[in-house]
């Protein structure tokens, strides 16, 4: 099938999908088609669109820090506001492990830190949020205060973090 535009009796334009089949009926060769009014499909889609934009757009010019990790810590996504925090760009940080953006000793111990979540529960920064130090690109340590969301989408977990430098505080 694909998507075409039709004419209802009215004279209404509505895009559908048509759908058609071929069948031999009494050795007659015999054409069936099926059309569905896709017009909430597509107004769906399009806010959905749309809502996609609006949240990537939050993301991209928000002043904080925001990283999002699987479960293994490797990093997903990091927005505009982290590259300038820690001066890495983002094609240089995901696919890495998180523990890239922090010293020693937190570094080591960081996988530790999700996995006990996971198998507990616990929640010693998810949910509550602290003052961390942090690591920039050129090796700089700087404090910062970092809040920690977790979800899970399709059974799969991730968490979500903010982070914001309070150097100047």
């Known amino acids: ?17 048509l759908s ?6 009494d050795g007659r060769r015999t054409f069936i088609g099926f059309a ?14 749309q809502a996609r ?3 990537a757009a939050i993301l991209d010019t928000a002043v904080d820090g925001i990283i999002t990790i699987d479960a293994g810590g490797t990093i997903l996504s990091f927005n505009a506001g982290a590259e300038a925090l820690f001066g890495h760009s983002a094609s240089e940080v995901i696919g ?9 000793p937190i570094r080591s111990e960081h996988d530790g830190y999700i996995e006990r979540f996971l198998r507990t529960g616990e929640r010693r920064i998810i949910g509550i949020g602290r003052e961390i130090s942090a ?3 050129d090796g700089r340590q700087f404090p910062a205060i970092l809040s920690i969301s ?12 903010i982070i914001r430098d309070i150097t100047a505080l």
């Open 135 to 137: 690591l920039r690109r």
């Open 96 to 104: 890495r492990n998180v523990s890239v953006l922090t010293p020693e």
């Open 20 to 25: 058609v089949s071929e069948a031999t009926i």
């Open 150 to 161: 977790h979800f899970q989408i399709g059974g799969e977990q991730f968490f979500t973090g």
């Open 36 to 49: 569905r009014d896709i017009s909430e499909l597509n107004t769906a889609r399009a806010d959905a669109d």
């Open 53 to 55: 934009r609006r949240a």
């Open 1 to 17: 099938g694909r998507e075409v535009v039709a004419r209802r009796k009215d004279g209404v334009r509505v895009p559908i999908h």
